[in-house]
């Protein structure tokens, strides 16, 4: 998909009259060109993310995570935020072979945590060192 740059211009005009009275006028003109540039597309993230049970209370137990790989990754993480999208926990996941998954968090990784809603995200990393992030998702913790 192109991308859009918008470049402005100014032109100055100097006018003098008969008076010698000069005034001048700025003039804006803007124009967009469209940009090709290929974005890189991480090559696997976590298609589909279910944390359950979500209303989650630590003092019942683990929180539970189903993922799916497309591929083998060295690594998955847990990363948890509030609203204000600052990183408060992060537990690393089990990593190995491509397929759905089923993981835990244990409960003592949200000791401390008010009830309220969270955003969460499992990161991926692969073998050549990048991390690919999933989509950001909400989970209700409520003791």
Not at 48 to 65: C, F
Not at 76 to 99: C, H, K, S, W
Not at 104 to 127: E, Q
């Amino acid at each position: 998909m192109p991308s859009y740059t918008a470049t402005a211009a100014a032109t100055i005009t100097l006018t003098i009259t008969s008076q010698a009275t000069p005034s001048a006028t700025l003039i804006y003109t803007a124009a967009s060109t469209p940009t090709a540039a290929e974005s890189p597309v991480p090559e696997s993230t976590p298609a589909e993310v279910i944390v359950y049970p979500d209303p989650y209370d630590p003092e019942k137990g683990n929180l539970n995570i189903m993922y799916s790989l497309a591929e083998p990754e060295s690594s998955v993480e847990f990363r948890l935020y509030t609203r204000g999208f600052r990183l408060i926990r992060q537990e690393n996941l089990t990593a190995g072979i491509a397929g759905i998954k089923t993981d835990n968090v244990p409960a003592d990784v949200f000791d401390g945590l008010s009830n309220g809603i969270y955003i969460y995200v499992l990161i991926i990393k692969g073998d050549d060192g990048m991390e690919r992030p999933g989509k950001l998702r909400e989970m209700i913790i409520l003791r």
